[in-house]
Each structure stands twice: as structure tokens, then as C-alpha cells.
């Protein structure tokens, strides 16, 4: 007999997953009965928060959907963090979690991992829910999650099923596969942005995480019309190194001054959140007049104001409006000017103390170059994110934006490296944000997931305290002592280094990388 639990690991194979994130418990021990001798390989994490940090790290680098395995109530309230992160950041998440038996539910009768109503709960969370009691009814779940990961704004998808109907028979579920498409640009639409855009004497272009896979299609286009294209955080690899390249913060001035400048904006996969373009909540944003945006997600489209609405794919929507600028269309003048000089405002707006910081993500990536470097929320993750080229598309990633999780950087990077074992993966975290989740470097081992754990140990939140000190409030609760990381390493058994001078930094990451072992570097900051 095949049961529901085998069921699923045979449906999860169908749908390409090979990877899943979780712990086991009473309330899943059903779901793990097929997985040993599936294809599909399990990592344990230390704690279910990291569980789906890793699946969210994963879908980051590979592109195809995390997938985490939970228990009912603990499990699932501890992974509830991950899933808001993986919401506020367009990130693909399966999570699949037990529930009580079918006839306790929402009686309240205190059996163990109880929740009042843990659908009802996951419903704010998830883009959706959906309780399995009938085994027939799994690939049809299956199918709809998978589809709303290809065909408009991912995010985390809950499937929870019952401790009595895991081990229920599951003959012959055959998984329904589709072949999912996002919407198409209406031809209109892209015939009139085509119209601006050919008029158009200072173009500029926007550039967001939903543009990540388009950074040929975005390059052909800006190149086209002369256009620079600032990236916000999620953006940056895209277009690394080019003339026309902003790889600076909307939150900035000298950005701001470019995007007032222009009298023509296309704004490509970006949800104007507040965290990219008015980090600082001064309100000095302002919505250009002649904006056509592209987005997926017809509600993302209808929260900001645009002249022009196009819901598709960045891919679809960028080669359909780059056709349909004809042969007489010629590059505006100036582009590469106006590039150059936003740049050169933008670093020197930063400072010099932000400089330093970025010279560290400098020396990351020019020491192992095309590394994914995954950032936790510190200080240098934060200079970078207002100023940075990065080498690699979608290969720098951070919660320093969007829903902003401590902790997210060491068990995503794990997830990350899983996805791409040939590329060099860097999790950038300071002391206070590495100590949430400091025990997933056990899992990294475990796994053999080759993470270089660099920790910027600056022994205490001392953004945080800065921005006390700013407002007149005298810090409390902002210097946490953090332990003796080179040992707790040694307890791992991963080898580690401190670093006192950062010029020291490249070769330690270059000896790091050699070992093809997870490592640790710390670097005392005073």
C-alpha cells in the first residue's frame, strides 16, 4: 500500500523538487516514510525558522521553489518568520506542515502542538492554505501551488495535512502537471510605452528583483535608448560594470536627481517599497509623472501610480517593448554621462564611513569572483545595498530590505549553496544578527554545504545605537555580548580565522574557498 505521506514525496519528485528543509516530529513522522528511498534529499536544520530561511535561500540562487517540512503548531509558528520574509520578498516557498487529527480541530481539547486554527493562522501569512483530508485532492494542491510560483508574484504557499489522513491509503495519484504562463503584454500597451520612450531625450530605467532573470533583455533596451538603469538591492549583478549602470540606492539624492531628470521612466520589476526608495523616511520620493511600469502582479501595478500599466513577465514585457522600438529609434544622448555623474554623486553622498564598509563587499567579490553573496542585516550589508555593483545576477541577496529578519543570513546561504554547489556562496553577518541563528553552521557541515560564514563583529547593534544617539534617546538593550565565535566553530568542527585588519580579508576568503569545506571568518572591528 501506498500512503498519502509516500504519496507526496512521489508528487514532490514529479514537480522537480530535490531538495527539502525540515525537522521531523510525531506529527510528520508519516511524511518521511517514502523519502529515504526518494531522490529527494533532506537537511536538517537547528531550528524551523531556519528551515525556511534555507528554502528561501535556495529558491534565491537556483530560481526554482523552496521547500520546507514542518510540524503542526511550534514547527510551523517557528518557520512563520521565514514565510513573512519570503512574502515581502517575491520568493517561491512550499511549506508543508502536519496538523492534528481530523476530528480535534478547533475543539480545543489540548493535545499537543494545538493551535486554535493553524489554517486560519497561515491564511494571513501564505499567499494560500489549503488542508489535505482527502488524498485525492493532493496533486490537484500540488499543481495550484506550483502554478502560482510560475504564473504571477511568488510567495509562500501552505499545505497542511491531518496526523490521520498522512497514513491513508494513496494509490495511483498521478501529479497534474501544467505548464503554467505569465500573462502576456498587451500589445497597446507596449505599442504606446514604445511611443514615450522613442520621444523620450533623458530615458531612465528602474530596475528591481523582478527583473533578475531579464539582465540581457534589460541590457539590449537600455543600450537601445540611452537609458541608465538605477538597481535597487535586488537588482544589483545586472548590470555590472557597464556604462550605464546605477547600482545605487532610489533612497539616495543623486539617484533621486536622475529619476527627476528624466522624462521617461520604465520601471521594471520593482515594487517601490519604501525600504528601497525612502529608507531614510524623509518622503523626498517622487512618483515620476511619465512612468510606465512593468510588473506580474496586476495588484502591485494598481498600489503605485503610473502612466502606463503593463502586466507581464520583466522577460516578455522588455523583449516585446525592445521590438517594438523600430530600426530609426537612436540611443538618447548623454546616457552614459548622466550615468557616470549619478554614480559619482551617489559615492560620494555615502561618506567615507560607508565607503570603508563597502570596500569589504568590494573585496568579497573581487576575491572569489560570480559568489553569491547572502547578507544578513550589518553594517556593511546596509552601505551596499545604497551602494554597490555586484559581478552576478540575483548573486546578491539580503533581508536588510523588505520585511528586514535578523538571522536570515547564515541558514540561507546554506540554502543558496545547496543550489549552486559550484559557486562560491558568502553569508555577510554582523555579531548581534549571526547569534539568532548561529547554530545553523552545524547544519552547513552536515550537509556539506560550503558556506564561508564571514562575521562582522562590531560586538553590539551599533546601528541600532546610532540611531538612538540621533534622536536623543540614550542606548539600552544595543550591546548584547557576543561569545568567542572562533570557538564555538571549533565546537562545530569548522575551521575558522580572525581577521584584525581587513587587508587580510581576500586571502583568508581565497584560503576559504580552497578548503571546499564551510568555513569562518571573523573580523574585529573597533
Same mark, same amino acid.
Given at each position: 500500500?501506498? =500512503? ?16 527539502v ?29 531556519g ?17 520546507a ?26 511549506v508543508?506542515s502536519?496538523?492534528?487529527?481530523t476530528?480535534?480541530?478547533g475543539?480545543g481539547?489540548?493535545?499537543l ?10 491564511e ?10 482527502d488524498p485525492?485532492?493532493?496533486p ?26 498522512? /497514513? ?12 503554467? /504562463? ?11 510605452a ?9 530615458p ?24 541608465p ?28 536627481a536622475?529619476i527627476?531628470?528624466?522624462?521617461f521612466v ?55 517593448? =525592445?521590438?517594438?522600438?523600430?530600426? /530609426? ?13 549619478a ?11 560607508m ?5 569589504v563587499?568590494?573585496?568579497?567579490r ?17 552601505a551596499?545595498?545604497?551602494y ?51 547554530p ?24 541600532i ?30 575551521v ?15 584560503r ?15
Amino acid at each position: 500500500m501506498t =500512503t498519502l505521506g509516500e504519496a507526496l514525496i512521489a508528487l514532490l519528485e514529479a514537480h522537480g523538487v530535490d531538495t527539502v528543509f525540515g525537522i521531523p516530529g510525531v506529527h510528520t513522522v508519516e511524511l518521511y516514510r517514502g523519502l529515504a528511498r526518494s531522490r529527494i534529499r533532506h537537511v536538517t536544520p537547528r531550528h524551523e525558522q531556519g528551515a525556511g530561511f534555507m528554502a528561501d535561500g535556495y529558491a534565491r540562487a537556483s530560481g526554482r521553489p523552496g521547500v520546507a517540512f514542518v510540524i503542526t503548531g511550534p514547527g510551523l509558528t517557528n518557520a512563520i518568520t521565514a514565510m513573512a520574509q519570503a512574502r515581502a520578498g517575491s520568493v517561491p516557498m512550499l511549506v508543508v506542515s502536519g496538523v492534528n487529527a481530523t476530528p480535534t480541530l478547533g475543539k480545543g481539547l489540548g493535545f499537543l502542538h494545538e493551535l486554535p486554527d493553524q489554517r486560519g493562522m497561515m491564511e494571513k501569512v501564505a499567499l494560500s492554505s489549503t488542508r489535505i483530508t482527502d488524498p485525492r485532492d493532493l496533486p490537484e494542491a500540488l499543481a495550484a501551488a506550483f502554478h502560482l510560483f510560475s504564473s504571477t508574484r511568488p510567495g509562500p504557499v501552505h499545505i497542511e495535512i491531518p496526523i490521520d489522513v498522512m /497514513a491513508n491509503p494513496a494509490e495511483d495519484l498521478a501529479p497534474v502537471l501544467r505548464n503554467p /504562463a505569465a500573462p502576456l503584454p498587451d500589445e497597446t500597451t507596449i505599442a504606446e510605452a514604445a511611443r514615450l520612450a522613442r520621444e523620450a531625450k533623458r530615458p531612465l530605467i528602474l530596475a528591481g528583483g523582478g527583473a533578475r532573470k531579464a539582465g540581457g533583455r534589460l541590457r539590449r533596451l537600455a543600450e537601445r535608448l540611452g537609458a541608465p538603469v538605477v538597481q535597487t538591492a535586488n537588482a544589483r549583478g545586472l548590470m555590472h560594470g557597464h556604462p550605464l549602470a546605477v547600482p545605487a540606492s532610489p533612497s539616495l539624492k543623486a539617484a533621486r536627481a536622475l529619476i527627476a531628470d528624466a522624462d521617461f521612466v520604465l520601471a521594471a520589476g520593482t515594487e517601490f517599497g519604501p525600504t528601497d526608495y525612502d529608507m531614510y523616511g524623509d518622503g523626498g520620493f517622487i512618483f515620476p509623472a511619465n512612468l510606465v511600469r512593468i510588473d506580474i502582479d496586476a495588484g502591485q501595478l494598481a498600489r503605485r501610480p503610473s502612466k502606463l500599466a503593463i502586466q507581464a513577465e520583466c522577460c516578455a514585457a522588455l523583449d516585446a517593448l =525592445t521590438g517594438a522600438l523600430d530600426a /530609426a529609434t537612436s540611443p538618447a544622448t548623454h546616457g552614459e554621462q548622466r550615468a557616470a555623474a549619478a554614480r559619482e554623486a551617489a559615492w560620494n553622498e555615502i561618506g567615507a564611513v560607508m565607503h570603508a564598509q563597502v570596500r569589504v563587499v568590494e573585496a568579497i567579490r573581487d576575491a572569489l569572483p560570480g559568489a553569491v553573496i547572502v547578507g544578513d542585516s550589518t553594517q556593511p550589508v546596509y552601505a551596499a545595498n545604497l551602494y554597490y555593483d555586484h559581478d552576478r545576477a540575483g548573486g546578491w541577496f539580503n533581508a536588510a530590505t523588505g520585511f528586514g529578519a535578523l538571522g536570515y543570513g547564515p541558514p540561507a546561504a546554506i540554502g543558496a549553496a545547496l543550489a549552486v554547489p559550484d559557486s562560491p556562496v558568502v553569508c555577510l553577518a554582523g555579531d548581534g544578527g549571526f547569534q539568532f541563528t548561529l547554530p545553523e553552521i552545524g547544519a552547513a557541515l552536515d550537509c556539506g554545504a560550503n558556506v564561508i560564514f564571514v562575521v562582522w563583529n562590531n560586538r553590539g547593534y551599533r546601528e541600532i545605537e546610532a540611531s538612538m544617539r540621533d534622536v536623543g534617546v540614550e542606548p539600552v538593550g544595543v550591546s548584547p555580548a557576543p561569545p568567542d565565535f572562533l570557538k564555538i566553530a571549533e565546537a562545530y568542527g569548522i575551521v575558522s580565522e580572525r581577521l584584525d585588519d581587513i587587508g587580510a580579508l581576500p586571502d583568508a576568503l581565497r584560503r576559504a574557498r580552497a578548503s571546499q569545506k564551510p568555513r569562518m571568518v571573523e573580523i574585529s572591528v573597533e
